[in-house]
């Protein structure tokens, strides 16, 4: 099992060290204080998500297909189907890129969801990408050193809570995630693979009782989030109802 590990390991090496350099790209965009995924909750993208909605809309109806960077199966739902906006821009679908977006120095890509179906836009909060992504990092590191993952306590099935304080006791730093639909800080969690995940249960129970949802068993709880949101889940497992909350599944029932 250790060798299967490290191959997964490996593989993961070389996918954080180019997310690390990307984020290394953003560094005049992105905050870098404890309190920088307050700032993304905090954003109104009301008027941003509108504009591009249209924008999409628009280019849809005039070349029968979505303006879309196209994205292969490996990538994860809640990070996929990112809009172009430098085509809407240069198409005239837009007359400029929102100032929340990326590639004009904010701190979001907006992405295409329901792209089949119903295409709406949503965003992408990235500093939530650039946390989770460098707690995977250290993670990665850990092993390396130690031969086993920073885990603690088992909170969901074979899922565990990420030792952070043992990753910190080596010097490293790890900051506070808030969270982009309440601004409570989100616990990081890991999976059998050493993978790390943002744990949005929190945010999910609360959305839950305001709404007063009755959730089916077989449903991922995320597209509540969602939905009522112009946030993407992002870095996250799905989640199930069970024993009346939700809880982070490896694979849905």
């Known amino acids: ?22 984020m290394l790209l953003l560094t005049g965009c992105l905050h870098t204080s404890g309190d920088s995924n307050k700032d993304a909750w905090a954003t109104n993208y009301d008027g941003s998500v ?21 994205a ?9 189907f990112r809009i172009d906006l430098s085509k809407l821009e240069r198409e005239g679908y837009v007359d400029d890129i929102p100032k929340t977006a990326f590639e004009k120095g904010g ?21 939530t990408v650039q946390k989770v992504t460098l707690v995977q990092r250290l993670v990665d ?8 993952w920073p885990a603690k306590e088992e909170v969901y099935p074979n899922i565990h ?16 995630l808030a969270s982009v639909y309440s601004g409570e800080i989100l616990p990081y969690i890991i999976d059998a693979e050493g993978t790390v995940y ?14 007063e949802i ?12 969602t939905e009522e949101s112009h946030f993407v889940p992002v870095k996250s497992l799905p989640y199930a109802w069970s024993n009346g909350q939700p809880i982070a599944v490896l694979t849905l029932p």
């Open 50 to 70: 509108s504009r591009v909605q249209n924008a999409m809309n628009a280019f849809q109806e005039s070349n029968g297909i979505l303006p879309i960077i196209t």
């Open 1 to 22: 099992m250790r060798n299967v590990y490290g191959i997964v390991r490996k593989q993961r090496v070389f996918l954080c060290a180019a997310m690390a350099a990307l």
């Open 141 to 148: 590191s850990y092993y390396a050193s130690h031969g086993t």
């Open 214 to 225: 009755k959730p089916e068993v077989s449903e991922d709880l995320r597209k509540y989030l």
């Open 107 to 127: 701190s979001a890509y907006f992405l295409v969801q329901n792209e089949e179906v119903d295409p709406i836009v949503k965003v992408m909060d990235l500093i």
């Open 72 to 80: 292969g199966p490996e990538v994860p739902k809640y990070e996929k």
């Open 161 to 176: 809570l990420v030792d952070t304080e043992a990753i910190q006791s080596s010097g490293n730093r790890i900051e506070d």
């Open 198 to 211: 943002a744990d949005y249960a929190f945010d999910i129970m609360q959305l839950i009782d305001r709404k």
